[in-house]
């Protein structure tokens, strides 16, 4: 990807209709989500030229001031580590929110993809590798804010050794996974302890989502039943 023909990232404000630019360029933009008000956390590459796997976890200001630059790029060497993920802790702090900048936070095990946050930022996810390839496979897992600069990054589902699809919070401590077995895809729940929970469900999940109190909506299918919408509620039933 040449700059001209690499996408940019730009914010709108929905009262003014006002919409600015966040980036020149120089990113190639996966995936990105909030972290605060004023801080959005990316997937990208700096490098959007290379035909190799490098993308990284970016912070983004988006407060006024001039199109952001890649700052200190190339500072995480060791790729995953809990010292430079920890990095992230901070990516939504309150700091220079007043200044547009971009700083790289860390550069996991390539691989990675399926950026996800818990509804207070308290953690965020991503599918990734263990062994450096060749798809991304486990869920990790990784603190934010204040203290959290020293957490490590969780495999979440190394137990569930299993292709992870989908991901959906249900709160600041348990996930929900979809997961491809075999020829079925299934959903588990993985709580704070790092227990698995898998969930009884009579057809093969082709998406999901959870409310905030714990109901499943899916879509069902099987090899002899059209894709149709259903609800288990709290108790299992559906």
Known sequence: DQP????????ADVATGAVRRLTDGKLRIDEFGWLAAERIMAIASDRPADESWNTSLFAIATGAGNIGSVANAGSVANAGSAANAGSAANAGASGDSGTRSISLLSHPKQPFMGLTFSP????????STDH?????????LRSLGVGAASAP???????????IQETHWLDDSTVF????DGFHYRIARITANGNIDQINLPYTVRTFDVSHDGKLLFAGSAFNHLPELFLRRRDGSI
Request: glycine share 4%; proline share 8%.
């Open 177 to 180: 996974v979809r997961f491809n």
């Open 153 to 163: 990054v969780r495999d979440a589902t190394a137990a569930l050794d299993r292709p």
């Open 120 to 127: 207070t930022r308290k953690q965020f996810g991503y599918v």
């Open 4 to 11: 001209q023909d690499v996408e940019r990232l730009w914010i």
């Open 132 to 140: 450096e390839g060749p798809m991304p496979h486990d869920l990790f």
